[in-house]
């Protein structure tokens, strides 16, 4: 998945650059592409759709007689995938206008130039943007591209998720001014983002936290395609971002499907009353559920009863930040090592922020 | 193929959106947002496909050095992963029939595990006047949390639909009607459950059979179970899986 990103943008669309002298084929296409190719595509697109719900309507309905366990990894994994598909297809759409539609730098250019007020000011973008995490991620993509740092990025998605009316307004609803546990999620998402985002930013060579594929799409970014229509462009873009993120989505709900299955819940359920366990606890469930950061809030409710509120912060600050299908998005975009990085320190941070909610407490 | 994804992804969300069936999947809140979603998506797929020909069968880039061995192979197993991907998705988003989760992972994560917090010392005058037929699994599981009285559970029986699950302190003698509840998606179903004093009840049901259970809410005659309180049945029957099998 990870060179078609670069493909597509050399091969698919027919870019006036020096490329396209040096390929005949895009040569070719490029004056080839009138309608009658475009009609067939489009044919072929109605066929495969057709063909898709043939399959799904003249599939047996029947019940399941197999194993259970493999019934529910599949429930499970299909279930993070419907539920995630319409925020990233979302986030794809925020992606494109941002990269296509928004004119070049308007949004950049407007950020401070400090790198730490930029960072801080980028923590507050989920306001403007009231996505959950799975569709920051093509969206933070769509910012790189146009110009956005490493460390900026990651501090967008370390912070957005939480930063966001839809979250706040959950949370408050869930636990209202309860134990601190709201003023907590907010403030200790907004500080760590922005740490973590100094981190990155201290690093020698931020470029290399980046999969080659995705600088390389950075690199071509750089030359503005301004002569190919933006309609094509924004059809160029939805088709490389879902190329690198659904791959990545379908692989990220299977393992998250198949760790559900494996693990047992009563197992973290029985570390709930102590300071740091239910912190620790509580930071693996929310890595393993892979659940909304704009309902995550009523999902914990249940569990207030038998977990200290540090645990419960933690929860609510670890997930939106990280869990199963959000690396698995990320790693479209940044190494494992930076992937690693990142994981560590955003953990190490929460179980400061937690251990200190419940001895605060 | 993310364009190919895509379609899978819309087709089969379409499709259980219009057969009533995303429920099985995501909180109802959801449902209309996720099927405007996937409409978009689709046109938007649609036009990219015209838009953006021949994406996959063209791997070559130029400006690149010509590629070695070792690219060649990776370029290879790269596009195996893909189609696998496809493969299993078009498996499990059209072929497969849409399911529950079983008994099985209600018995993982523990009924009861998780109950709601009290949040009410008065629980009876909430009670009073409520219509206590229409209380789902949930809402009796929540107000014995909350200490309904004994009173109250007296002159009011249970009438409540749920799958089977073993007791796991008392699997002799004590089974729980479960319902899943559902916050976001099927992922953070939580299992709750009333329990149903019945010895030998393994012998004419199976965990995961759906069954209708009628009558009053007593103290649990049951000395190894942890619930405190436990339906005397009058009646278990057996019923159809509900089409809204979870509880909100």
């Known amino acids: 998945m990870g060179s078609t ?52 309507m003249f599939s047996p309905a029947g019940d399941w007689d197999t194993a259970s366990v493999l019934q529910d990894f599949f ?34 250019r407007r950020l401070p130039r400090a790198p730490v007020l930029r960072r801080l000011v980028l923590s507050l973008l989920g306001v403007l943007f009231p996505v959950c995490e799975c569709g920051n991620m093509p969206l933070a993509r769509g910012l790189m591209l ?56 201290a690093h020698p060579s931020p470029d290399r936290l980046l999969t080659p594929s995705f600088q390389a799409a950075c690199d071509v970014a750089g030359h503005a395609h301004a002569s190919v229509s933006r309609i094509r462009r924004s059809a160029g873009a939805f088709a490389e971002e879902t190329s690198a993120m659904l791959p990545a989505l379908f692989v990220g ?35 393993v559920v892979s659940i909304c950061s704009n309902v995550d809030a009523f999902f914990v409710l249940s569990l207030g009863s038998t977990f200290m509120p540090g645990g419960i912060v933690a929860f609510l600050v670890f997930g939106p930040m990280i869990d199963i299908k959000m690396l698995s998005l990320m790693r479209t975009t940044y190494t494992a090592r930076a992937l690693v990085l990142i994981t560590a320190l955003v953990a190490l941070c929460v179980i400061v922020l937690g251990l200190g909610v419940n001895l605060g407490a | 193929m993310g364009l190919i994804l895509s379609l899978i992804g819309i087709v089969a969300t379409v499709w259980l959106g219009f057969t009533g069936r995303l429920g099985l999947y995501i909180h109802p809140r959801y449902t209309v947002f996720t099927l405007i979603m996937a409409l978009l998506a689709g046109v938007i797929a649609v036009i990219a496909f015209t838009v953006v020909p021949g994406k996959d069968d063209e791997h070559g880039h130029d400006d690149a050095p010509p590629p070695t061995r070792r690219g060649r192979v990776l370029r290879r197993g790269k596009t195996a992963g893909l189609v696998a991907i496809v493969v299993v998705a078009m498996f499990a988003l059209l072929v497969l029939p849409p399911s529950t989760l079983s008994a ?22 909430i009670l009073t006047g ?50 899943f509840t559902i916050t976001c998606c099927a992922v953070d179903a939580t299992p709750i459950g009333l329990a149903v004093y019945l010895p030998g009840w393994s012998d004419r049901y199976h965990e995961g059979d759906w069954v209708s259970v009628n009558g009053s809410i007593v103290a649990n005659p049951s000395s190894s179970s942890a619930e405190p309180f436990a339906i005397a049945p ?9 089409p809204e099998p979870y509880v909100y």
């Open chain 2, 130 to 179: 409520a219509d206590t037929s229409t209380f789902t699994v949930k809402d009796w599981s929540l107000y014995l949390r909350m200490g309904a009285s004994d009173d109250f559970l007296a002159s009011h029986p249970a009438e409540v639909v749920g799958f089977v699950s073993a007791d796991p302190d008392d699997p002799q003698n004590v089974f729980y009607v479960t319902r």
């Open chain 1, 253 to 287: 709900s299977a393992i998250a499907g198949a760790i559900q299955v494996g693990v047992h819940r009563d197992l973290l359920s029985s570390l709930g009353s102590n300071p740091l366990l239910s912190v620790v606890a509580l930071l693996v469930l929310a890595f």
């Open chain 1, 146 to 201: 146009r110009g956005l740092t490493v460390s900026d990025s990651v501090t967008f998605l370390l912070a957005a998720p939480i930063l966001n009316p839809v979250t706040i307004i959950t949370t408050y609803q869930a636990f209202g001014w309860e134990d601190g546990i709201l003023v907590s999620r907010v403030l200790g998402g907004f500080v760590i983002a922005n740490l973590v985002g100094a981190v990155v930013a």
């Open chain 2, 234 to 242: 009058s009646q278990v029957s057996p019923v159809a899986e509900p």
């Open chain 1, 75 to 108: 429930t499970l994994s299909i279930s993070v995938v419907v539920e995630s598909l319409p925020f990233v297809f979302l986030g794809i759409l925020l992606s494109t206008v941002v990269q296509v539609w928004l004119p070049s730098g308007l949004l950049l």
């Open chain 2, 104 to 125: 099985a992972t209600a018995q993982e994560r523990t009924v009861n595990a998780a109950a709601p917090a009290p949040n009410s010392s008065s629980i009876d005058s």
């Open chain 1, 5 to 56: 990103i670069f493909d597509a943008d050399e091969d698919s669309l027919p870019v006036p650059d020096a490329s396209a002298t040096f390929n005949p084929r895009i040569r070719r296409d490029a004056q080839r592409g009138g309608r009658g190719s475009r009609r067939g595509w489009l044919v072929l697109a109605v066929i495969l759709i057709a063909a898709f719900f043939g399959l799904r």
